[in-house]
């Protein structure tokens, strides 16, 4: 199981580093609102992309995917650290700081969980969709609705057969048609379909993909639960001797996942 494991995820390394070569592709757009904490029910908007390519697809944070590419693109002979911060003050914020990256057999996760990158492999199957035969309209397009739990969160979709690519945002990716729209039960987090254009640009969607780590899907769990079960207290004395100069920002005695609340709910399981 383990040599199988291996292989795939070396399988799509390799899959990763040649999609780069291939620029021409169909970019989706989509709108996502999505509540960043919980003790501030205002929510946040991003524009959130999915870039489809010959037998591959990216999903990202759109200010994610456009720093990797202004990241890969620094000129040498100006000072690096200037262009950095300038890159890093553009981007901002980033609404998810995750890579999904699709196959037609395989889904990849490139995440960084508190200060730790990581990648993790999912089957294109792990999901138990429930599909209703039912069609309705949601602009302009006929769809159908799909639900399911996924990681600690139960999800709603709407799929449209008229758009001939089987693909979506996040991980909805493996329902027989495209997604429009995904929403979970509390409306925390929503993905909505603007539009879609045709675009032919070199992209490196990941610099510095090495740095990610292989690991399971319990390895991933398991990180979950280790930084979102801490305190704010816990958190900040590994690496700050005055913890008090964050009260202002962070109840210092809260577990981090009383506060923050990420799209992946695997550590409250």
Same mark, same amino acid.
């Given at each position: ?10 399988? @799509? $390394?390799? +899959? ?25 029910? &205002? ?5 959130? %992309? ?31 650290? $200037? ?13 998810? @700081? !995750? ?8 889904? $990849?996760?490139?995440?960084? %969980? ?24 949601? @602009? ?10 996924? &990681? ?14 089987? *693909? +979506?945002?996040?991980?909805? #990716? $493996? =329902?027989?048609? !495209? ?15 603007? @539009? ?7 992209? #490196? ?5 090495? *740095? ?8 991933? &769990?398991?990180? =979950?639960?280790?930084?979102? &079960?801490?305190?704010?207290?816990? !958190? ?28 992946? =709910?695997?550590?409250?399981?």
């Amino acid at each position: 199981m383990y040599k199988k494991i291996l292989l795939l995820i070396l399988i @799509n $390394t390799f +899959g990763f580093c040649y999609a780069q070569n291939l620029k021409e592709f169909m970019r989706y757009n989509y709108e996502v609102t999505y509540l960043k904490r919980l003790d501030n029910q &205002n929510p946040e908007t991003a524009t959130c %992309i999915l870039d489809v390519y010959p037998n591959r697809s990216f999903f990202a944070d759109k200010n994610f995917i456009e720093k990797q590419y202004a990241l890969s693109n620094i000129n040498p002979d100006q000072d690096r650290f $200037t262009q950095v911060s300038n890159i890093n003050s553009k981007y901002r914020p980033i609404a998810f @700081n !995750f890579l999904v990256y699709k196959t037609n057999s395989s889904t $990849t996760l490139y995440n960084q %969980i508190s200060e730790t990158k990581v990648q993790y492999l999912l089957d294109n199957h792990f999901i138990n969709w429930f599909v209703s035969p039912e069609i309705s309209d949601w @602009n302009n397009f006929k769809v159908q609705k799909a639900t399911a739990t996924i &990681n600690g969160r139960e999800w709603t979709v709407l799929f449209t057969k008229e758009i001939a690519i089987n *693909n +979506g945002p996040y991980i909805f #990716n $493996t =329902l027989p048609g !495209f997604v429009v729209k995904a929403w979970d039960s509390q409306s925390q987090y929503i993905f909505e379909f603007l @539009n879609s254009e045709k675009l032919n640009i070199d992209y #490196n969607y990941l610099i510095e993909s090495s *740095n990610y780590k292989s690991i399971t899907i319990k390895q991933k &769990n398991q990180l =979950l639960s280790n930084y979102y &079960n801490k305190t704010y207290r816990a !958190f900040w004395s590994e690496t700050q001797s005055n913890v008090e100069q964050f009260a202002s920002l962070f109840p210092l005695d809260k577990k981090i996942g009383e506060v923050e609340n990420p799209i992946d =709910l695997s550590f409250k399981k």
